[in-house]
């Protein structure tokens, strides 16, 4: 037979370990939603700049949208070559601009290759 104290402290271990978790888990939903609202901020901000800066350099809006959707997609992959480069791994790097240069000459026959 179970002796009462071990049990009640074998209870009490049980009840602490699911009220961590709980706490675990409202960290983490806290946490994603500050960061949420910290990128919808920040994108009004980028949003409002670029706007200024497209009309102090006179450009369209529409240009520099379509010239900070290239930067944008552009940032990861040059992101991730640096990276590799820097930490000795340069067969990523290698492999990663290797793999556009092939998907770009496989786009290129299929522009030569349709007639319009």
């Not at 271990?13 to 961590?20: A, F, G, P, V």
């Not at 009004?44 to 700049?49: L, Y």
């Amino acid at each position: 037979m179970l002796h009462p104290a071990r049990y009640c402290v074998g209870m009490f271990m049980k009840l602490s370990r699911q009220i961590i978790d709980v706490l675990e888990i409202a960290i983490a939903v806290g946490a994603l939603a500050v960061s949420l609202a910290i990128l919808g901020r920040s994108s009004e901000i980028v949003v409002d700049n670029i706007a200024k800066l497209s009309r102090y350099f006179g450009i369209s809006q529409l240009a520099i949208g379509f010239l900070l959707l290239a930067v944008a997609t552009s940032l990861p992959e040059l992101s991730v070559s640096l990276l590799s480069s820097v930490t000795g791994e340069g067969a990523i790097a290698a492999g990663h601009t290797d793999f556009w240069q092939r998907s770009k000459g496989a786009e290129q026959k299929r522009c030569q290759s349709s007639s319009f």
